[in-house]
């Protein structure tokens, strides 16, 4: 009897494999990924969508988010972070349309109002961007150095239009809690 190629290589194969440590199964020394808990807690999408925002991995905090709607349900802090990361992604209409929703949702909240002026300004709505800031400063108490220094610049910008445009400008994110997104404008 003969044995073919394949054949021959099957059997090479299986026989090295038989003569490692650890046979067919893994080795003790090397690293794997940990198995899955069917009976463990998942971990929240927006705190999941937060981290990963941080990171600037839009697009994946952007379906952390979406996952976060599936069973928080479209909440203005749900719709803020999904705007948020439209506009991480660049996709400006998108980002202004859900920060709307949400500052309808909950209009006393000053960070909804803030992203929204950063979203306009990226847009080049310098006029609605700034009155934005200003209830977004006015919601806020004057507490938010995120929220004034974009004040700052919209107001500025408002200013200094007839005469050129600033060449760069940082507009900053805000969502409740103690991160900060910073956005980097470089030119319009």
Known sequence: MSLTRTGFATITILGLAACSTGGFSASGDAVYAPGVNPRGEAVDGL??????????????????????????????????????????????????????????????????????GVVLMEKGETAEAAQIFRKAYALDNGQSDSIRDNLRLALAKLENSAYGAVNEQNYKLVRRGSSDYLIRNTGT
Not at 101 to 109: F, I
């Open 47 to 116: 705190e999941v969508g937060h981290r990963l925002m941080q990171a600037e991995q839009y697009e994946l905090a952007l379906e952390a988010f979406t996952r976060a709607a599936g069973t928080r349900g479209l909440t203005s802090e749900v719709l803020t972070a999904i705007g948020t990361a439209n506009l991480g992604l660049g996709r400006l209409n998108q980002a202004e349309r859900q920060l709307r929703r949400a500052a309808e949702q909950e209009p006393e909240w000053p960070e909804v109002w803030n992203n929204l």
